[in-house]
């Protein structure tokens, strides 16, 4: 009988295909099953720290972050969820088809713990942790938001936190950002955003079958982000904000001997808050306000400087020796320049250098324009650090344009003519710079010389990075230069048709430049940059008025600036 | 020769310990009755270990005797499941009896394999020679698939395609093991193939799904591929040494369905791994070889081809089981026998066990 002979060598080879397949699964891909098994039944429930505060230069906060908790459950079979979020809706107070409805809009897998109720008060906290302990697949998960205990202060220097947009994402992505991470957009927060971002812990849970929580297999505590402290002085910016709400535009103010930035202001501004709490319609408000709330005008801004850029003549004008302290024109209230007309805004008479600053004569500085020639003013104005950026920590900083004709050439093919020049003398014609800038402009004439790197960021962490960000380039005037110049400036204030004559009733010597930008469309915008106090400058003050009316005004802005800072004994 | 009852005593006595600690490590978790199942099972076993002992000394010849009573009745109890069995999981398959449900598909394949040994080790009265060597295709094909048919009818319509397409496998085998001639089996083979496409009509929805899902398990995820993509990665996860008895997330968090019946082999894989499994199968193995060697040294042909029968029953579902785990095979309702908790199952396989020990122990006599 060898038909039997076949059974054998058939069960042999049966059993061979168990071992083989048994082997394949085990051996083979047994680490990829193990995962598969552990992705089965292991959930991670990720818990945020806290991102990390904001502070002033003495510490005081700025902008922290307040606890506040979320509800999240497990997700199972639909008898346990309906028996849960009922009882959830009584300790909560809240409907269940509120709940329900949640639970819909966020479910996005069976693996991922769904938030049904978020920002509930500590007290509802306390009353659901009791209850987890019957129902333990719910979670209750403290999540640090945003909080801004100065509303709208300082919004455009900080900046505001949202959820990460695409363009971000694909940038960040390597870093470790994932979507719906919340990142800065703006200011410090986007900024330092690596740093100030907290590290994500979490809970590793197990579940069965049905989602059901079963236990707790480890726990990994989050971390929180490195503090930021700034520069800036809250008591400042309370004030500079205060003074200049409820006009466009903007103030910088900035210590000249080393570049920090004390105060900065943009107006009109918006209170971070609003992205917190994702108030949308507040939030459209804000990208489509016309005015731009959301812009920063002291860096991201640029506006004709107009007659504080001649400041920028005057030092070009006495280094290249075309004029020099004994050097006057005569302002009849006009001049001709080809064959076309430029007018000054009154008739000053004869003018020296140190006059025609005080009196922003315009005659003066058309004829000193020609002298000096227009490419000279060109690279003057960049060794004054205007025309490119001033290397600010802030996003979205814009550079500033001042025109030459050989860029003109280049770029427009059109000739300059000395009525370019003429226009370019006293800040007008393509010429544009940021507040910023200006100011840093300024701190040349208070600190003596030396063009400084203006900086916000005081420090990261434990990390005080102020010696390392005190950058002085010495710009390389002549001492009488500056001289001159800074008595011009001092005359502005203090001689009796200068132009900012009314700071002159301030305890403090001020001294600074007005200016009054002509646009095309509207008012005028006013300028005032000065420094004080005249004699030792501790402050360089930048105040910019979007269509503000005369330079005049803006000195009152800063003279009311002045006066409180001097109340509160601040200079 | 008394050594065969003792080998597959120890041999099953192992097996049955693995499965009620396998029975006990899936449901010792859950709430009400469940937890008390591997008490049930320990209890199935002591019953089942008595028929051993019985039936072993039992002359197996009355079977012979009685082998149209043993096929009535088993006829008889299919057609009551078929008029008022109790319905669970979608299929009529169970009796239900004063505290136990009763499977009597798992007894009718005995009684079919006894009434098939039965028929082909008829003799002539004149010669002593087998007449199954004489049979012409009627008496030695149509005849006895007759027989087998209607079973096997009752049993798919239960329905329950594993155990009566077990039982089509066992009597192509038999036949086999006769002397009919080769022409008529492949003849059968044939006819039965052909149609197959034909029958795709006739089979179930879930049926249909069941073997599309095999071929495929991921086409269905969370419906009908998801008891053997889960009982892949049970057996998988388990690795070279297992994780662990009580432990494995697979078993003990529930994600594997019938992780104490048909899946009680990934149950026990997942826990015991890869060397633990190999044991398992080497029991097995070594149960089935002990089968083996008892029908080739009985010189009774009944006892022979009995012993083929029950041995070959033993394997395939051995076979068709495990494969269906590992899914490699398509997943049909058979238990593992030994391991999976059932009491017919459990019976019926110590029964046959008893049988074949009873047809080592006899067959000196003749």
Known sequence: MDRKNIFNVLIILMFAALLASLANLDLLQGVKFRKLSDSNCIRLIAQQGARGNILDRNGEVIVDSKISYDVLILPQDLSQLDRILGSLSR??????????????????????????????????????????????????????????????????????????????????????????????????????????????????????????????????????????????????????????????????????????????????????????????????????????????????????????????LASAALELKKINLYTIFLCRGSTMIGARKFSCWEVHGIQDVVSAIAHSCDVFFYRTGLLVGAQNIHDYALRLGLSKPAGFELPYETSGFVPSPLWRKINKFQSWFDGDT???????????????????????????????????????????????????????????????????????????????????????????KTGTAQVSHGATHAWFVGF??????????????????????ASVVAGQIIGAMSKQGLI | MRNSFLRILILVLIISCLGVLSIYSSTYQKEGPWQD???RQMLWLIIGLVCFVIMSHINYRRLWDANYFIYGVALFFLFLVFALGII???????????????????????????FLARYFSRKSADDISLLSGKFGIFKGIILPFIFVAVPMFLIIEQPDLGSGLMLLLVFVALLYLTHVRLKYIFTLILILILPVPFFWHFLRDYQKQRLLVFLNPNIDPLGAGYTVIQSRIAIGSGGLFGRGWLSGTQSQLYFLPESHTDFIFATFSEQWGFLGSILLLLLYYLIIRQGFIIAQRTQDSFGKLLAYGISLLLALQVFINIAMNMGIAPVVGLPLPLMSYGGSSVLATFIALGILVNIDRTRSVF
Request: charged share 20%; aromatic share 10%.
């Open chain 2, 88 to 114: 669970r999981l979608g299929a009529q398959r169970w009796l239900r009896f004063a505290w136990f449900n009763f499977q009597p598909s798992e007894f009718a394949k005995l009684a079919v394999i006894i």
């Open chain 1, 422 to 512: 003429a226009n370019l003398s006293i800040g007008q014609g393509d010429c544009l710079v940021s507040p910023l800038q200006l100011a840093n402009m300024m701190a040349v004439f208070a600190n003596g010389g030396y063009l400084t790197s203006p900086y916000i960021i005081k420090a990261v962490g434990a990390l005080d990075f102020s010696a390392k960000k005190k950058k002085l380039v010495r710009v390389g005037f002549k001492k009488s230069t500056y001289e001159i110049i800074g008595r011009g400036l001092r005359e502005v204030v203090s001689d009796a048709k200068g132009t900012a004559n009314v700071l002159s009733t301030l305890e403090v010597e001020v001294a600074g």
């Open chain 1, 91 to 312: 300790i909560l107070g809240v409907e269940v088809k509120e709940l329900k409805t949640a639970f819909r809009n966020n479910y996005f897998s069976s693996s991922i713990p769904v938030t049904v109720a978020s920002n509930i008060d500590l007290k509802k906290a306390i009353l659901l942790g009791e209850y987890k302990l019957e129902e333990p697949s719910i979670i209750i998960q403290p999540r640090p938001l945003r909080h801004y205990p100065y509303g709208s202060l300082a919004a455009h220097v900080i900046g505001y936190v949202n959820e990460i947009d695409r363009w971000r994402l694909t940038k960040l992505e390597d870093y470790g950002y994932k979507t719906k991470d919340i990142v800065g957009f703006g200011g410090v927060e986007e900024k330092y955003d690596y740093y100030l971002r907290q590290e994500e812990g979490g809970l590793s849970v197990e579940v069965n079958h049905r989602g059901k929580f079963m236990r707790v297999l480890g726990f990994e505590p989050p971390s929180n982000g490195k503090d930021i402290q700034l520069t800036l002085d809250l008591k400042i910016q309370k004030i500079v904000e205060d003074t200049l709400s409820g006009h466009k535009g903007s103030i910088v103010l900035m210590d000249p001997q080393s570049g920090e930035i004390l105060a900065l202001a943009s107006y009109p501004n918006f209170n971070p808050a609003v992205f917190v709490g994702k108030r949308s319609k507040l939030i459209a408000g804000l990208f489509n306000n016309p005015d731009s709330p959301l812009i920063n005008r002291a860096i991201s801004s640029s506006y004709p400087p107009a007659s504080v850029f001649k400041i920028v």
């Open chain 1, 532 to 553: 004080f106090p005249y004699d030792k400058p501790k402050y360089v003050i930048c105040v910019l008025l979007e269509n503000g009316g005369a330079g005049h005004a």
């Open chain 2, 37 to 39: 199942i591997h008490k």
